[in-house]
């Protein structure tokens, strides 16, 4: 598997051990949920009195901004925790969480996982570590948009895309989740039309190839060399 510093975008999972019996264990209600593909999870406006905690599946994060344009800032797999990533009890949430895929998800209340932190350090030392890493991941997503040509702004994101949900297939990385080219555009914050000519690039210079509506990355280490290259204007 890749092994390339990409930045945000995509959150990793919480650390080896941290999953649904640690809050059974604990004592914590769990209500689980089934989501099938583009079902939204919560929207802005929704109560903030919860934290989610994904099974299984890819659940993405945005923002509408502009004129009703969408900006991507998290994609989550198996085990990551989402939602207001505080455990005191706010008013409403203020970005939208969306299944890519089906998805299960469960839903504990904040209150109950309050007390439990206070009187189980173990079960507290593991749910604030997972509340740390994506806490960086978004702080990662910030420092990644820093870059200013869309070029390097997309290699990035590809390969962080091919480490989180990428399989290797013949000495390439195919990306496990179906990406449209708005979709990327979403997540560097640009336009369609921009993405879709890197990607035409891209795939002219053999980066990159797609397949069954699947990208493929042919050549990482020219990606990482585009990715690490010089800022521009968009």
């Given at each position: 598997?890749?092994?390339?510093?990409?930045?945000?975008?995509?959150?990793?999972?919480?650390?080896?051990?941290?999953?649904?019996?640690?809050?059974?264990?604990?004592?914590?209600?769990?209500?689980?949920?089934?989501?099938?593909?583009?079902?939204?999870?919560?929207?802005?406006?929704?109560?903030?009195?919860?934290?989610?905690?994904?099974?299984?599946?890819?659940?993405?994060?945005?923002?509408?901004?502009?004129?009703?344009?969408?900006?991507?800032?998290?994609?989550?797999?198996?085990?990551?925790?989402?939602?207001?990533?505080?455990?005191?009890?706010?008013?409403?949430?203020?970005?939208?969480?969306?299944?890519?895929?089906?998805?299960?998800?469960?839903?504990?209340?904040?209150?109950?996982?309050?007390?439990?932190?206070?009187?189980?350090?173990?079960?507290?030392?593991?749910?604030?570590?997972?509340?740390?890493?994506?806490?960086?991941?978004?702080?990662?997503?910030?420092?990644?948009?820093?870059?200013?040509?869309?070029?390097?702004?997309?290699?990035?994101?590809l390969l962080n895309l091919g480490e989180r949900f990428g399989r290797e297939e013949n000495g390439r990385v195919v990306i496990g989740v179906r990406m449209t080219h708005q979709d990327l555009a979403n997540m560097i914050a640009s336009t369609r039309e921009a993405v879709s000519k890197v990607m035409s690039e891209f795939q002219r210079e053999g980066f990159i190839e797609t397949r069954n509506r699947r990208i493929v990355l042919l050549d990482t280490e020219a990606l990482a060399?585009?990715?690490?290259?010089?800022?521009?204007?968009?």
């Amino acid at each position: 598997m890749l092994r390339h510093d990409t930045g945000g975008f995509a959150a990793s999972s919480p650390p080896e051990g941290f999953d649904l019996k640690d809050f059974e264990e604990a004592g914590l209600r769990v209500v689980e949920r089934r989501f099938a593909p583009k079902d939204l999870i919560f929207a802005p406006g929704d109560p903030d009195d919860q934290l989610y905690f994904l099974l299984s599946g890819v659940v993405r994060l945005y923002k509408i901004y502009g004129d009703y344009k969408e900006a991507t800032t998290a994609l989550l797999k198996d085990r990551g925790i989402f939602g207001k990533l505080s455990l005191v009890e706010g008013r409403w949430q203020d970005v939208f969480a969306e299944a890519v895929t089906e998805a299960r998800v469960a839903a504990i209340q904040k209150a109950a996982i309050e007390q439990v932190v206070k009187t189980k350090p173990d079960f507290a030392l593991k749910l604030f570590s997972s509340l740390s890493e994506r806490l960086r991941q978004s702080d990662e997503v910030i420092e990644s948009l820093l870059h200013r040509e869309v070029s390097t702004r997309l290699a990035t994101l590809l390969l962080n895309l091919g480490e989180r949900f990428g399989r290797e297939e013949n000495g390439r990385v195919v990306i496990g989740v179906r990406m449209t080219h708005q979709d990327l555009a979403n997540m560097i914050a640009s336009t369609r039309e921009a993405v879709s000519k890197v990607m035409s690039e891209f795939q002219r210079e053999g980066f990159i190839e797609t397949r069954n509506r699947r990208i493929v990355l042919l050549d990482t280490e020219a990606l990482a060399e585009r990715a690490a290259g010089p800022t521009g204007l968009v």
